[in-house]
């Protein structure tokens, strides 16, 4: 371009002066068509220059509009791919459950309640007590129950706005699709930019992602409007209809307290039945002052009073067996009567009162008699040890003489002893020195005998004979 506008002028003049040349001959003429011709060559090749250079300016259009196409198709990918979870995190719902009962039956079923119950008879001191719970007798529904879960989303206007990206996201993927086979193979089309795949794989992408965005916006508002409907059939506890009512099959009440009056009873078994011999578990001392009726309580609970004549009865007669009413009859010693006095003072008006009044009445004289008899048999006994001690002590006399005696006796003894110890003693150091003097002779006759000997080798000179005769003469 640069080129032809620098030339353009020169043409003109050239142009302008063409009739001026033609005056002047044919040489002008001549040199006129060969500045013409060189012209024209120059016209061809700025020609050649321009068509080349508006190629290349086409070919930067196509590029730019291509690089344009690109990015609004990433820019579209990007947004529904941030639309996609944008839509699943900001349409969070709120969930609303609501429940529809209908009762189909109502019947009354008993339950073991908190209420107790408790029976008691007596036979003597024997007492049976027979403990159990109670139940409440309570209403049962069977009912046909129907859960109704909905739906509200918090930001409403998400979906509307995912399903319209996602509407706007199918229709461009369907017009690029639509314009693909009008686009070349190899180049971008200098229009769109793009090429026939890529027209096809960018219209395919967004068909697939505007299609699930748009149906699952779609499906999401269709399930908000309809909402979840599950029904089943559960059974309640009603209200109680009547309480402390017999169970059916009864239950025991066990490890509750028994208790008569202050004293207890133990607690009861595990089978709630409980058999009492109160002969055995009340002591008279337990009872003593109790009015004839005491209260029968399990865990606080009255359930029956129990009547204490039959025991006392049965402990007066045991006390009775153990007054000792035939000893305290014909007494021998003053306790006799002491358990038939303990019976009065306990039972003052005991069946047998009367009967131990008389017993210790006609008891009082042999007592006298007995502390009489007594009296005397303690003189006698008294005399007795005196006699005794009397005769202990000339015993201890006897045998104190006895034993100074002998004590003399034994002194004179070791005296005798000792003289002869110091005998024995004299005479063994006199038998010790002689044999001392015994054995220094026989010693000092040996020393002569050797030296004798010696004497005869010296003077004989070894003559056996010589030496022999010298010995027996000499040496004896």
Same mark, same amino acid.
């Given at each position: 371009m640069t080129r032809i506008a620098? !030339?353009? *002028?020169? =043409?003109?003049a050239l142009l302008d002066s063409g009739p001026a040349h033609l005056e002047n001959g044919p040489a002008a003429l001549e040199e006129n068509t060969a500045t013409l011709e060189e012209n024209t060559a120059t016209l061809e090749e700025n020609t050649a220059t321009l068509e080349e250079n508006t190629a290349t300016l086409e070919n930067n259009t196509a590029c730019s509009r291509h690089t344009t196409l690109r990015r609004t198709g990433t820019a579209l990918l990007l947004a529904l791919s941030v639309l996609v979870p944008a839509t699943a995190g900001c349409a969070v719902q709120d969930a609303y459950l609501r429940h529809d009962d209908e009762i189909l039956s109502r +019947?009354?079923? *008993?339950?073991?309640?908190?209420? #107790?119950?408790?029976?008691?008879? @007596?036979?003597?001191? &024997? =007492?049976? +007590?027979?403990?159990?719970?109670? /139940?409440?007798r309570v209403e049962r529904l069977e009912i046909e129950r129907t859960h109704v879960f909905s739906r509200r989303s918090r930001k409403p206007m998400v979906p509307i706005l995912a399903a319209i990206g996602g509407a706007a996201a199918v229709a461009l993927g369907a017009f690029a699709i639509v314009r693909a086979p009008n686009l070349p193979e190899s180049r971008p089309d200098l229009e769109t930019g793009w090429t026939r795949s890529q027209a096809r794989g960018l219209g395919g992408l967004l068909v697939g992602g505007g299609g699930v965005l748009a149906l699952g916006t779609v499906g999401h508002a269709f399930r908000l409007a309809r909402g979840e409907r599950t029904t089943e059939t559960v059974t309640e506890a009603g209200e109680v209809l009547q309480s402390? =009512? %017999? /169970? *059916?099959?009864p239950i025991p009440w066990q490890g509750a307290e028994m208790r008569l009056g202050a004293i207890s009873l133990g607690t009861t078994p595990s089978t709630g039945r409980a058999e009492l011999d109160l002969d055995l578990a009340v002591l008279p001392r337990d009872i003593a002052g109790a009015p004839p009726n005491v209260d029968l309580r399990i865990d606080g609970r009255t359930v029956g009073? =129990?009547?204490? %004549? *039959?025991? #006392? &009865? +049965? &402990? @007066?007669?045991?006390?009775?067996?153990? %007054?000792? @009413? +035939? !000893?305290c009859a014909a007494p021998e010693r003053p306790d006799d009567c002491d358990a038939l006095n303990a019976y009065l003072i306990r039972y003052p008006d005991g069946p047998h009162a009367t009967e131990a009044r008389r017993i210790l009445e006609s008891a009082a004289g042999a007592l006298v008699e007995a502390a009489a008899r007594r009296r005397a048999e303690a003189e006698e006994a008294a005399a007795r040890l005196r006699q005794a001690a009397a005769e202990s002590m000339a015993a201890l006399e006897r045998q104190r003489a006895e034993s100074e005696r002998r004590l003399r006796e034994e002194e004179r003894e070791r005296a005798r002893a000792e003289r002869e110890r110091e005998r024995d003693r004299a005479r063994h150091i006199a038998e010790q020195r002689e044999a001392e003097q015994r054995h220094r002779q026989t010693r000092e006759r040996t020393q002569a005998r050797r030296a004798c000997h010696a004497t005869c080798r010296q003077t004989c000179g070894g003559n056996q004979a010589c030496q022999t005769a010298c010995q027996t003469t000499q040496c004896q």
């Open positions: 620098s !030339r353009t *002028p020169t =043409v003109t +019947v009354g079923v *008993p339950r073991p309640g908190t209420e #107790r119950a408790a029976r008691i008879r @007596q036979e003597g001191t &024997h =007492v049976s +007590v027979e403990a159990i719970q109670l /139940c409440d402390g =009512v %017999a /169970c *059916p099959s009073q =129990v009547n204490l %004549a *039959p025991i #006392r &009865h +049965v &402990h @007066q007669e045991r006390a009775w067996r153990d %007054a000792g @009413q +035939v !000893r």
